[in-house]
Nanobody
Framework: QVQVVESGGGLVQPGESLRLSCAASGIGSIFSIVVMGWYRQAPGKQRELVAT???????NYADSVKGRFAISRDYAKNTVYLQMNSLKPEDTAIYYCNVNAIFWGQGTQVTVSS
């Protein structure tokens, strides 16, 4: 059974940083991970892409986070990270990890407020 578990959310003030982690387990010999990514959903809004990274290293960011967020991946550990800097109140959302556009984690809350 594939499990996707996020961690690292919290409450921070504007301008501060957070680092999210996401570990995928149970992959084994079932299939290969092609892409891992982060999405977010703010209250009353649709879930949106934040950043993705493929096994070949291709990275994609939402325009709203370019220059502030950085996605990285530990291929050996099936783990993906999201370093979030210069956080803004509009970054407040539940952040979800996704594997191969199929498997989702339960989400971790990020709140940016003074």
């Amino acid at each position: 059974q594939v499990q996707v578990v996020e961690s690292g959310g919290g409450l921070v003030q504007p301008g501060e940083s957070l680092r999210l982690s996401c570990a995928a387990s149970g992959i084994g010999s079932i299939f290969s991970i092609v892409v891992m990514g982060w999405y977010r959903q703010a209250p009353g809004k649709q879930r949106e892409l934040v950043a993705t990274i493929t096994t070949s290293g291709r990275i994609n960011y939402a325009d709203s986070v370019k220059g502030r967020f950085a996605i990285s991946r530990d291929y050996a550990k099936n783990t993906v990270y999201l370093q979030m800097n210069s956080l803004k109140p509009e970054d407040t959302a539940i952040y979800y990890c996704n594997v191969n556009a199929i498997f989702w984690g339960q989400g971790t809350q990020v709140t940016v407020s003074s």
